[in-house]
C-alpha cells in the first residue's frame, strides 16, 4: 500500500532554514508527481509546490524564491527546502502524491514552528 512519512520538522527561529523529507514507498515513486501542501490552524490548505516525476517544478508564488521542491527517485525521496522562514510559515506540512489538489495520497504531516 501506498506510504508517505514525512518528516524533519521542528521549531526554527525567523530567517531560518529547515528542509523537510518525505519518505515514499509502496508504489513506483518516479510514475508519479509529488506535492508539498500546509495547513495552519484556522486556515485553509494551502498547495506549495509540485515536482513531476522527471524534476520539472512548479512553485507557489507565495514561497517562490524561499521555498524549493526536489526529489530523489533513486531513494525514493521527496524534499522541501524552506529559506528565510517566517512566523506566517507555521503550519502542518504534508506529502502527496500527485500535482496539486489532484493528489491521490497523503502523508500524515509534520510539524514546523516558527518562532523567536
Not at 525567523?14 to 500546509?38: E, H
Amino acid at each position: 500500500d501506498v506510504q508517505l512519512q514525512a518528516f524533519g520538522g521542528g521549531l526554527v527561529q525567523p530567517g531560518g532554514s529547515l528542509t523537510l523529507s518525505c519518505a515514499a514507498s509502496g508504489f513506483t515513486f518516479s510514475d508519479y508527481a509529488m506535492s508539498w501542501a500546509r495547513q495552519a490552524p484556522g486556515r485553509g490548505r494551502e498547495w506549495l509546490a509540485y515536482i513531476s516525476g522527471g524534476g520539472v517544478t512548479n512553485i507557489k508564488n507565495s514561497v517562490r524564491g524561499r521555498f524549493s521542491i526536489s526529489r530523489d527517485n533513486a531513494k525514493n525521496m521527496l524534499y522541501l527546502q524552506m529559506n528565510s522562514l517566517k512566523p506566517d510559515d507555521t503550519a502542518v506540512y504534508y506529502c502527496t502524491r500527485g500535482r496539486w489538489s489532484s493528489s491521490d495520497h497523503w502523508g500524515q504531516g509534520t510539524q514546523v514552528t516558527v518562532s523567536s
